[in-house]
């Protein structure tokens, strides 16, 4: 009997990141099912992203992320990963993308850095942490005026 080591963390991102761009490309939040993601996230993963954003707070588990991406969706008309440097592919992966994004409360659009660090534990993704440089300008793109857009 041949005893398999789980993936590296690398593999695992990278798998992710590629069944991501196939869940956008299959319609994203809403349209496409998680079910192309599942796999590359262990059943209690733990999202945490900044409260001040519009989609801040902690989701846990496939039912959060799937609400997660939901609520991406409602934010963001348009987010597109630009370049994508892997930093690190330990245990604790660290990744830096450039993010391109539109917002569908105002039409603003922003490019910014952001910095994520990710547990991958028995070749599944345990746990997102990411940083962004600026969270106020985020949220002030991705909220209308009051009054409307």
């Known amino acids: 009997m041949t005893m398999s ?3 590296d963390s690398l593999t695992v991102l990278t ?3 590629a069944a991501e761009a196939r ?3 299959a ?3 809403g349209d496409a099912s998680f079910d192309l993601l599942a796999p590359f996230f262990a059943p209690h993963v733990a999202l945490y992203q900044a409260d001040a954003l519009p989609y801040g707070g902690v989701w846990r588990g496939h039912a959060g992320m799937t609400r997660f991406f939901l609520r991406m969706g409602e934010v963001w008309e348009q987010f597109t990963m630009v370049d994508q440097e892997f930093l690190a592919t330990g245990e604790t992966a660290v990744v830096h993308t450039q993010i391109r994004a539109r917002a569908h409360a105002t039409g603003r659009e922003l490019s910014f850095p952001l910095l994520q660090a990710i547990k991958v534990e028995h070749g599944q993704i345990t746990e997102v942490r990411p940083f962004y440089w ?3 300008a985020i949220a002030e793109a991705c909220t209308a005026p009051a009054g409307g857009a």
């Open 134 to 136: 600026d969270t106020r």
């Open 27 to 29: 319609g994203g939040p």
């Open 15 to 17: 798998g992710m990141y």
């Open 23 to 25: 869940y956008l490309a």
């Open 5 to 7: 080591s789980p993936p």
